[in-house]
Each structure stands twice: as structure tokens, then as C-alpha cells.
């Protein structure tokens, strides 16, 4: 008699594309153990935009590396789209990364001596199915700018092109580690508008991480971490636009 192929795990949620059970993650230097998490239960929904607060140590760009593939956990598990990351080999979590997964940091990271177009095309020439750099950039606002180099170009103007740059692979989760943290409140606003609009028109599940509560009423779903731990899961009544909230 046949049998039903096993359906993946989906950590209890049915629409979850991304899931952690248990994560933990030590580090020791010389005798110095330092629990950085300490069983952290997480999942991300298909299309849902997440933002992730907490205070300085508390765990976030912990959290962040572990789910972006870019570190292991001492313990735990963790899965992608049915996918047991935390038994992928290094090149699996290299393909992981490079289809999957895009990443937006506090500081942007463009290659000086190239146009916004070309920083872009960094990605799309190594991606699947990637956008034209023009068109990723035409949906962070910046379809006039992209011959421009990063010295061309405002602080919150290069943080969308490495917005555009994130996205132009279309990646089916995008990571945002501190994104307006060296950027004033209105030039912050313009960078949440782009994430926003990606969310919305890509259906990019999005994890932004802040220090900065505001950002939560702009999201589907707010954790809080301290110490190492989520302690705090609440859903906004409803989603705020950017320009809307209080910085």
C-alpha cells in the first residue's frame, strides 16, 4: 500500500515559511562562556513583515546571523520552506544565502567606484532569476539616481540601493539588521517606505531588527528579545505607514 508523502514541518503554523525551535548559541573565549540565545522558539510567515526589538546585547544580530545562514547554533533547530537548515552541510547554507535569503545592514557596504546600477549588478549577475537592477531600483524610489555613485548620493539614498541591491535577486526573505540606525528620522522614514513597498508588491517576508520601538507599528507582528530570549510576541491593531509613526 502506498503511502502520503511526509508533509514538511511547519512549526505548528501552516503558513510559516521559517521556523526555530530550541535555537541557542554559546561563545567561549578562553573560560568565558557567554549564552548569546538561550531557546529561542521563532517563525516567519509567508509575507509578513516582522520587527524584531531589543536592546543592545540582547540577542538580535544573534538571532539575525542564525537565521540568515550566516552562523550555526550551538543547539536547536531550525527550518526554511520544509528545509532542515541546521543539517545543511556549508555549501547548502552558501545556496541557501545566495537564492533565499537577502540581508540590509546598518551600514551599507557599496563599492565606492561604482554607479548604483552596477553596485545592483553585483547580485543579479550571480542570482537565478534576478530583476534588472533598473527595475529594483525604480521600486526603492531611486529610478532617476542610478548612474550616480555612492559619494553622489545621501545617506538614506545609498541605504535603498543596498535595499535594491538585497531584493534584485528576489529573495523569498529579507533580512534588515539596524537599517535606519545612522540615519536621521526623515531620511529613516524614506529607507521603511522601501521595505514596506517590497513587502507589499514582492511578498517578501521581511525581519527588520531595531533598537527603536517605533518601527514596531509598521509591522504584522512585533517580538521583543532581552537576555537572550523572545519574552514578548504582540500584533499592532493595525499596520502604521511609515510616515505615520513616532520616531
Known sequence: MDHAPDLPDTGGRPDALMWGKGLERTFRTGEVEVRAL??????LRRGELVVLLGPSGSGKSTLLNILGGLDRPTAGSLNFDG????????????RYRRRSVGFVFQFYNLVA????????SLVTEIADNPMKPEEALELVGLGERIQHFPAQLSGGEQQRVAVARAIAKRPQILFCDEPTGALDSKTGVRVLEALERVNIELSTTILIITHNV???DIADRVLRMQDG???????PNRRLKPQEISW
Not at 83 to 94: F, H, K, P, V
Not at 229 to 235: G, N, P
Open 83 to 94: 528545509r532542515d537548515l541546521t543539517a545543511a552541510n556549508d555549501a547548502e547554507l552558501t
Open 214 to 216: 517605533g518601527i514596531g
Open 38 to 43: 538561550r531557546g529561542v522558539d521563532v517563525s
Open 229 to 235: 530570549r523572545i519574552i514578548e510576541e504582540t500584533a
Open 113 to 120: 567606484g561604482l554607479t548604483a546600477r552596477e553596485n545592483v
